[in-house]
């Protein structure tokens, strides 16, 4: 009688073993999920969320005409300007990857030529030169925010795609 017993406890205590291993690598990947692939997908939406903050302070720096309301849009384009570096950066600093750190890169660039284009309109528009401004924006800042956009949508997409897969990690068997 203790046999069986004996038997059954270490089958038991085999199973605990096992599903305490499970456990353990979902836990992993679970964390992985939270710590990696949920900031790179926070990082790439800041970008996107502050590009698109500074092309509307830069409209709103074409519009006014009030240097004090002119200063508030300056200020708060300035920020969302520092904003999208500090996303890009980290981004770059969570690429695992050649080709992902290439990927970041070549978007940092992008970013810096369209902010640097933009800024020129800026210092125009500051100047009263309103249509020197428009014809910047409308111009080269167009294709340059673009380009900064056709970097971004598929990072956005990817980033999500790979955070989709990990959540649909298989459920481990259960013996009933």
Same mark, same amino acid.
């Given at each position: 009688?203790?046999?069986p017993?004996?038997?059954?406890? #270490? ?13 353990? @690598?979902?836990? &992993? ?9 949920? !900031? ?12 698109? &903050? #500074? ?12 240097p +004090? &309301? ?9 920020? /969302? ?5 500090? #996303?890009?950066?980290r981004?770059?600093?969570l690429?695992? $990857? +050649?080709?992902?750190?290439?990927v970041?890169?070549?978007?940092? @660039?992008?970013?810096?030529a ?10 125009a /528009?500051?100047?009263?030169? !309103?249509? !020197? ?5 409308? $111009? @080269?800042?167009? !294709? /340059?925010r ?8 598929p ?6 795609? &790979?955070? #989709?897969? /990990?959540?649909d990690? +298989?459920? +481990?068997?259960?013996?009933?």
């Amino acid at each position: 009688m203790s046999i069986p017993l004996l038997l059954v406890a #270490a089958v038991a205590g085999g199973l605990v073993y096992r599903a305490h291993g499970v456990f353990d @690598e979902l836990n &992993e990947k679970t964390q992985h999920i939270v710590d990696v692939q949920s !900031a790179r997908l926070e990082n790439i939406l800041t970008v996107r969320t502050n590009v698109l &903050e #500074a092309t509307v302070q830069n409209r709103n720096i074409l519009i006014e005409d009030r240097p +004090p &309301e002119q200063a508030t849009y300056r200020s708060r384009y300035d920020e /969302a300007v520092k904003q999208a570096y500090v #996303a890009v950066d980290r981004l770059i600093a969570l690429s695992n $990857s +050649p080709e992902r750190r290439a990927v970041n890169q070549k978007l940092r @660039e992008a970013a810096e030529a369209y902010f640097h284009i933009v800024g020129r309109a800026n210092a125009a /528009a500051l100047d009263r030169d !309103a249509e !020197a401004a428009r014809t910047i924006v409308l $111009s @080269e800042g167009l !294709a /340059a925010r673009n380009k900064v956009r056709d970097l971004v949508q598929p990072r956005i997409d990817n980033l999500a795609a &790979e955070l #989709a897969q /990990a959540l649909d990690v +298989p459920t +481990p068997v259960v013996w009933e």
